[in-house]
């Protein structure tokens, strides 16, 4: 059966992995039952007519109905072996996801490196001094996450990395920190010169030339680029939004659930929670004789110099222009390069300041592979997910439907939410990758403006984004709640109540300035306008949500970040998760003894 033939079937598999995956919360082994049912379906007509076939010849009565029942078990068989091809390839068939995984296992290395040599402990004594409140340490993420533009998988690697023990100390929730970061990262590749960008002006370049313009009527991609940022408005509102959370120190939904856990027992994730890595129960006690601030920030500044280094000497070529180096450089090979860097500068200092022998050096490396391998088991099933999807055919399935009778306004919110579907599916680059070129021609089409294009090319972005943070089968999520030490699920179901409202407020703001056009035209200027509106929007519905939740759970919306009421214990100096705290008050001013009220 060929792709493209298999209808609304298309889609269950990743009806399967999704649901799975967030009830079960067993991330693994609801993506592989994904991509099992997958290969079922993918050979459930063969095996019938295999079937149907042998029971013909043998002269069996019933052969049809038999087979149609029989079959079901033969395609589970045979979809077993087709979901071990699929995992294969979704890593063997692709130099870009190799390159990943290898990047994956050299961050390991130098977190636990570094975890080792007691850099850890010392940039959170050194930031303990200086980030005192958990509104400062979101917003120290936050700005890290901002600086960190060039690449969404580096960035969450350092400032997951970097935040991660100061958090745990001021007694924030993993989930929390996990939102920050994975809100932060994305966004910001989007409406920068990133990886992202790259890609996403190739695919524009591509879009083009599928219309019927010439090649002196087709504008730069790069200026569309930058023409679809104020378009982008997922992407800003998300990053607005993580402000607005941080700043009113106001939660609602599972999130404030995990808040008031963290504040009143310290313990930053669940009792039975799965975190993606956990380097204090790992790795053990590291040297706290002589900790050393440089073992930690000097590693960190070389992966970044080094991948900013790498992204220049892989794009750069004889005459080209600014423009050419970041289209043409290899993100991936930069990535492997500056983590190879890392981890030989904390080799440096393992051995220039005789913290550890080098056959210790080797074993902690060796055990910081160990801390990725349940991160890297869940990219590889999320790929083949992939791989399950484009041999369905469920994108264009799902396109098709949506792309059939459209109007330019509409066609705006149609993109985003196919977009948002095709990412959900775990792969935000093939979604661009895929619908860039088909949503260019169609905006050209209705609309014969180049402003129309950029709008669509910034409402796929917006898609791809909202559809990695509502997905568990998203790489950068993954990564997000990996470097961060987060539970995967736990991860996604918290930042869900905080992704929906950003994304219905964009399709709001994106249809006002659709159908007010005949008032303001298809003005750049009004859709920068219309971005202050969002952000009041979302303050208030952060308000409103976060008074609603807390006195349905009988607890202050602001009590898990009170700072008063958040003491560091003195006595802590080994575990940095462990604080001493005060019992929190409601608003009505009684102790609220329940941990967890959910």
């Known amino acids: 059966m060929t792709s493209g033939t298999f209808g609304i079937w298309s889609v269950i598999p990743l009806i399967v992995a999704i649901s799975l995956a967030l009830t079960t919360r067993k991330a693994s082994l609801a993506l592989f039952l994904g991509v099992w049912t997958g290969g079922s379906i993918y050979h459930y007509q063969e095996s019938t007519t295999l079937l149907a076939d042998i029971f013909t010849d043998l002269g069996i009565p019933a052969a049809e109905p038999l087979s149609l029942v029989l079959g079901v078990f033969v395609a589970g068989i045979w979809g077993l072996?087709?979901?071990?091809?699929?995992?294969?390839?979704?890593?063997?068939?692709?130099?870009?996801?190799?390159?990943?995984?290898?990047?994956?296992?050299?961050?390991?290395?130098?977190?636990?490196?570094?975890?080792?040599?007691?850099?850890?402990?010392a940039v959170t004594t050194w930031?303990?001094?200086?980030?005192?409140?958990?509104?400062?340490?979101?917003?120290?993420?936050?700005?890290?996450?901002?600086?960190?533009?060039?690449?969404?998988?580096?960035?969450?690697?350092?400032?997951?990395t970097t935040m991660k023990d100061i958090s745990d100390k001021l007694q924030m929730s993993r989930?929390?920190?996990?939102?920050?970061?994975?809100?932060?990262?994305?966004?910001?590749?989007?409406?920068?010169?990133?990886?992202?960008?790259?890609?996403?002006?190739?695919?524009?370049?591509?879009?083009?030339?599928?219309?019927?313009?010439?090649?002196?009527?087709?504008?730069?991609?790069?200026?569309?680029?930058?023409?679809?940022?104020?378009?982008?408005?997922?992407?800003?509102?998300?990053?607005?939004?993580?402000?607005?959370?941080?700043?009113s120190g106001r939660d609602y939904g599972e999130m404030l659930t995990a808040e008031h856990r963290a504040a009143t027992t310290g313990k930053v994730t669940r009792d039975d929670a799965e975190p993606m890595q956990d380097v204090n129960q790992e790795l053990g006690t590291p040297n706290l004789e002589d900790p050393r601030l440089r073992v930690f920030i000097v590693p960190v500044l070389a992966l970044v110099v080094s991948m900013v280094?790498?992204?220049?000497?892989?794009?750069?070529?004889?005459?080209?222009?600014?423009?050419?180096?970041?289209?043409?450089?290899?993100?991936?090979?930069?990535?492997?390069?500056?983590?190879?860097?890392?981890?030989?500068?904390?080799?440096?200092?393992?051995?220039?300041?005789?913290?550890?022998?080098?056959?210790?050096?080797?074993?902690?490396?060796?055990?910081?592979?160990?801390?990725?391998?349940?991160?890297?088991?869940?990219?590889?099933?999320?790929?083949?997910?992939?791989?399950?999807?484009?041999?369905?055919?469920?994108?264009?399935?799902?396109?098709?439907?949506?792309?059939?009778?459209?109007?330019?306004?509409?066609?705006?919110?149609?993109?985003?939410?196919?977009?948002?579907?095709?990412?959900?599916?775990?792969?935000?680059?093939a979604a661009m990758g895929s619908l860039t070129p088909i949503a260019i021609p169609i905006a050209w089409e209705l609309t014969g403006s180049h402003t129309m294009v950029a709008v669509v090319v910034g409402a796929v972005f917006s898609g791809a984004i909202f559809g990695d943070h509502t997905s568990p089968i998203s790489p950068s999520?993954?990564?997000?709640?990996?470097?961060?030490?987060?539970d995967l699920i736990d991860h996604v179901r918290t930042q869900i109540y905080y992704a929906v409202p950003v994304m219905l407020v964009s399709i709001?703001?994106?249809?006002?300035?659709?159908?007010?056009?005949?008032?303001?035209?298809?003005?750049?200027?009004?859709?920068?306008?219309?971005?202050?509106?969002?952000?009041?929007?979302?303050?208030?519905?952060?308000?409103?949500?976060?008074?609603?939740?807390?006195?349905r759970k009988g607890i202050d919306p602001t009590t898990a970040w009170t700072v008063e009421q958040t003491r560091v214990s003195e006595t802590s100096t080994n575990d940095p998760r462990h604080i001493e705290h005060e019992q929190p008050l409601t608003e009505g001013g009684r102790v609220e003894n329940s941990p967890d009220t959910d």
Not at 208 to 220: C, F, G, H, Q, V
Not at 511 to 536: D, E, F, H, M
């Open 81 to 121: 072996v087709q979901s071990t091809d699929w995992v294969v390839a979704s890593v063997g068939d692709s130099i870009f996801n190799m390159q990943i995984v290898i990047f994956c296992f050299l961050l390991g290395s130098a977190v636990a490196m570094i975890w080792r040599l007691g850099g850890t402990h």
């Open 477 to 486: 999520t993954v990564l997000s709640a990996t470097f961060t030490g987060a």
């Open 175 to 247: 989930e929390k920190l996990s939102y920050i970061v994975d809100s932060t990262a994305a966004p910001v590749s989007t409406l920068t010169l990133s990886s992202w960008a790259a890609f996403q002006i190739s695919m524009i370049e591509a879009g083009y030339s599928a219309t019927d313009l010439t090649t002196a009527e087709t504008p730069s991609s790069f200026m569309i680029f930058l023409q679809s940022i104020p378009y982008n408005m997922y992407s800003i509102l998300a990053m607005a939004m993580v402000v607005i959370i941080v700043v």
């Open 127 to 160: 930031a303990t001094e200086r980030v005192d409140t958990k509104r400062k340490a979101g917003l120290a993420a936050w700005m890290i996450g901002l600086a960190m533009f060039f690449d969404d998988y580096a960035n969450s690697a350092i400032v997951g």
């Open 508 to 551: 709001t703001l994106l249809l006002v300035w659709g159908y007010g056009s005949p008032l303001w035209g298809r003005s750049t200027w009004a859709a920068v306008a219309l971005l202050p509106v969002g952000i009041l929007l979302l303050t208030g519905i952060v308000y409103v949500l976060s008074r609603f939740d807390a006195r």
């Open 309 to 429: 280094a790498g992204v220049a000497w892989s794009g750069y070529s004889s005459g080209a222009e600014f423009y050419d180096v970041i289209i043409n450089a290899d993100y991936a090979s930069s990535l492997v390069i500056a983590s190879v860097i890392m981890v030989a500068t904390t080799y440096y200092y393992a051995y220039r300041l005789d913290l550890q022998p080098i056959g210790e050096s080797v074993e902690t490396s060796i055990e910081g592979f160990a801390l990725m391998i349940h991160a890297v088991a869940i990219l590889v099933f999320a790929w083949a997910i992939s791989e399950v999807i484009v041999a369905l055919g469920t994108g264009e399935y799902v396109a098709g439907y949506a792309t059939a009778f459209l109007s330019a306004e509409l066609l705006i919110v149609v993109v985003l939410l196919v977009g948002s579907f095709m990412a959900f599916t775990g792969d935000s680059w």
